[in-house]
């Protein structure tokens, strides 16, 4: 590990299409801790969902990664290998900024274990996430799309920026956008995780009445943010107050990239 750290190569938080989509912005990155911070706006609304709570975890899969990105050696890269985050509560929609944390927990050669939170301007909590990473060999590291790309119109929400269609109950299909990319130019982690929740709701037919408490997903491969990704939903559980959902993505010729556990709970009166 100390020889590990000792080489460790200098990394430059890479600005891409899903940060933009979120209005990301680092603040402080080293090889135990990162910050970032976001806006909250009217865009994390949505008619199913309520709010897009999945929408944070593209900062907390950056916050969490980049922790380990920071104690990399040189010709390698971590890639998510799954995330887990808990919704404590509804993100703001009022412009204000939220602050993003990410913690080493554990690092070696092979990759690393980080944990995070995302806090509102008054300290309570809003989203806890884990992420387990491995490192894979790559020729460059990151650099995002060398365009500058702008944070969508205030007025557009995240699920008309994404694409994201219904096909059919439990079935929602998410059209090629520089919003989903990270800077592989991949589908960023955390653009997967609001695809499984809109899938979710979409399942349950979700009018605003729940919410997501939880998403597990595990990345088995890697999605192009140039293709089309559908996301399918099957009901795993449904009870008077809560529902778990089972959602795989999968890329245009059906090979799945991630699959992940959904848990959401109705609002209470």
Known sequence: MHDQ????????????????LLRVRPVSLSVERAELSIIAGEWLRDPAAGYVRSAMGVPLDDVTGYVIAAGRTEGWWPVSLGIRVDFV?????DGSTLSVTGDLVARD???GTTRGSVVDMSGSAVALVTQRSHFVPVQDVPTGDPRVISPPDDSVTVREALGISEVSKGII???????????MH????????????????????????LRTTSIDIAYVRPGDAADTTTFRADVVHRG????????SAANSLGKPCALATVVVQKVCE
């Open 240 to 247: 008077r107050s809560l529902a778990v959902v089972r959602v």
């Open 5 to 20: 750290l000792m080489d460790a190569q200098p990394t430059e938080f890479v600005i891409s299409g899903a940060e933009s």
């Open 173 to 183: 299909s998410m059209a090629p956008t520089e919003y989903a990319a990270n800077g």
């Open 89 to 93: 509560a509804d993100p703001p929609s």
């Open 109 to 111: 050669t092979r990759g």
């Open 186 to 209: 991949n589908l960023h982690g955390g653009v997967l995780i609001i695809g499984a929740e809109f899938a979710a709701m979409s399942a349950v037919e979700a009018d605003g009445d």
